[in-house]
T-cell receptor, first 116, second 115 residues
Framework: EPEVTQTPSHQVTQMGQEVILRCVPI?????FYWYRQILGQKVEFLVS????????KSEIFDDQFSVERPDGSNFTLKIRSTKLEDSAMYFC??????????????FGSGTRLTVV | GDSVTQMEGPVTLSEEAFLTINCTYTATGYPSLFWYVQYPGEGLQLLLK?????DKGSNKGFEATYRKETTSFHLEKGSVQVSDSAVYFC??????????????FGKGTHLIIQP
């Protein structure tokens, strides 16, 4: 069964450093998402991406965050200057354009980001 | 905005016990409702869904019924197994909290099944 692949599974970075989280969505999917889950809290929507541009973003997704699809297969989330509060599990998800959102998304296994 | 509230964990049960994980929601419009499951070391997997009131989603022995009158989507299973140990997330889409087409999640409930 096709999978959404995220790398790395765990990343430790120093506060103030830039970090890039990588995702390879399912090849024929066209809608892409990033979510995060701070330990012990709910999974929160960050951003959705379609047709090479952001379609919607949450209040969390401020100027420190950016997304891109640099080569038609990878979908990346960049945090420019990490803060301690960015420590969380980050999930990538994708969905086929012909699949209504009501039928569910395919998620990756997540990247645990630890900012020290 | 939209929100999902589910019971706090961890929930610890013995094998073959009956499971209920409560989930209630607040949303505008007519959202679709989901249960996702995350097994250790894996991603979020769709367990079941319901797209309109009174629909019952079911999969792998789990069931949940979309109750509009009580704004609930409680997850149930008649006889749990050790392999059901995981974190369960209630979620909705079609509301305003997860972007136009994104999901709004609850905090997740960690289920531990003991042999």
């Amino acid at each position: 069964e096709p999978e959404v692949t995220q790398t790395p599974s765990h990343q430790v970075t120093q506060m103030g450093q830039e970090v890039i989280l990588r995702c390879v969505p399912i090849s024929n999917h066209l809608y892409f998402y990033w979510y995060r889950q701070i330990l012990g809290q709910k999974v929160e929507f960050l951003v959705s991406f379609y047709n090479n541009e952001i379609s919607e973003k949450s209040e969390i997704f401020d100027d420190q965050f950016s997304v891109e699809r640099p080569d038609g297969s990878n979908f990346t989330l960049k945090i420019r200057s990490t803060k301690l509060e960015d420590s969380a599990m980050y999930f990538c998800a994708s969905i086929h354009p012909a699949t209504p959102p009501a039928y569910g998304y395919t998620f990756g296994s997540g990247t645990r980001l630890t900012v020290v | 905005g939209d929100s999902v509230t589910q019971m706090e964990g961890p929930v610890t049960l013995s094998e073959e016990a009956f499971l209920t994980i409560n989930c209630t929601y607040t949303a505008t419009g007519y959202p679709s409702l989901f249960w996702y499951v995350q097994y250790p070391g894996e991603g979020l997997q769709l367990l079941l869904k319901a797209t309109k009131a009174d629909d019952k989603g079911s999969n792998k022995g789990f069931e949940a019924t979309y109750r509009k009158e009580t704004t609930s989507f409680h997850l149930e299973k008649g006889s749990v197994q050790v392999s059901d140990s995981a974190v369960y997330f209630c979620a909705l889409s079609g509301g305003s909290g997860g972007g136009a087409d994104g999901l709004t999640f609850g905090k997740g409930t960690h289920l531990i099944i003991q042999p």
